[in-house]
C-alpha cells in the first residue's frame, strides 16, 4: 500500500517562530487532509487539499501532488498549537496516515 | 465542536467481552468512517458506510464489524476483545466518500 512519511517526528518552538511540516506519499493520491490533534486527543480538521495551496489565518498548506508532498505552515506559532499534526492521504479506497509531527511551542 | 458526537467516552471492559461504541454523524453527511488509534499501530482506517452501505475496509479485525442504521448514526461492534485493542477509536464524517472528514471526540476502549 501506499506509504505516508512525515518530518520531522518532532519540533520545539519558540512563541512566535515559524515552521514548516512536511508530508511524503509514495503514489498518486486522490485526497489529502492535514489534522491537529491537540493535547486533549481531539483530532481537528485544517485542510483539504489534495492539490494547490490554502491558506486559513497562520496557517496555510500547499500539495503539489506531481512530486507526492504537502507542507504545512505554521507562522507566528503560539502554545495552543503544540500537539501532534498528522497528514492523511486517500489512494485506492483507503486512507493512511503518517506518523504526525509533534510540536512543542514553548511560552 | 466538529457535529460529530460519539457515545461513550470511555469504556473499560474485560477479555473475551464484546462492546458497542456508537456514532452519530453532522447533519447532512452520508458517509461515516471509523478508526483505531493505538500506541504502536497509530492512526488507522477500518472502514467506510456510506447511506446504509459498506462502501470501504481497512483493517478491520474479522472480531470487528460495523453498521450503518437508516438515520445515518453508525455502531462498531467490538467483540472476543484482547488486551491489544485497548485503544482510540474514531467516528467521522464526511458529506460523500472521501471529501473532507471531520472526526469526533473518540471512545477511548481500555481492555483489563
Redesign the interface.
Known amino acids: 500500500g501506499i506509504q505516508v512519511e512525515q518530518s520531522p517526528p518532532d519540533l520545539i518552538l519558540q512563541e512566535g517562530a515559524n515552521s514548516t511540516l512536511r508530508c511524503n506519499f509514495s503514489d498518486s493520491v ?2 489529502l ?1 492535514w ?1 491537529h490533534q491537540n493535547p486533549w ?5 485544517l485542510f ?1 487539499i489534495p492539490s494547490g495551496t490554502k491558506q486559513n489565518g497562520r496557517l496555510s498548506a500547499t500539495t503539489v501532488a506531481t512530486e507526492r508532498y504537502s507542507l504545512l505552515y505554521i507562522s507566528s506559532s503560539q502554545t495552543t498549537d503544540s500537539g501532534v499534526y ?1 497528514c ?1 492521504v ?1 489512494n485506492n ?5 503518517g ?2 509531527t509533534r510540536l512543542t511551542v514553548k511560552p | 465542536d466538529s457535529g460529530v458526537t460519539q457515545t461513550p467516552k470511555h469504556l473499560i471492559t474485560a477479555t473475551g467481552q464484546r462492546v458497542t461504541l456508537r456514532c452519530s454523524p453532522r447533519s447532512g453527511d452520508l458517509s461515516v468512517y471509523w478508526y483505531q488509534q493505538s500506541l504502536d499501530q497509530g492512526l488507522q482506517f477500518l472502514i467506510q458506510y456510506y447511506n446504509g452501505e459498506e462502501r470501504a475496509k481497512g483493517n478491520i479485525l474479522e472480531r470487528f464489524s460495523a453498521q450503518q442504521f437508516p438515520d445515518l448514526h453508525s455502531e462498531l461492534n467490538l467483540s472476543s476483545l484482547e488486551l491489544g485493542d485497548s485503544a482510540l477509536y474514531f467516528c467521522a464524517s464526511s458529506p460523500g466518500p472521501w471529501y473532507e472528514q471531520y472526526f469526533g471526540p473518540g471512545t477511548r476502549l481500555t481492555v483489563t
Open positions: 486522490n485526497n487532509q489534522f486527543g481531539q483530532l481537528i480538521n483539504y498528522f492523511a486517500v479506497n483507503d486512507m493512511r496516515f506518523a504526525g
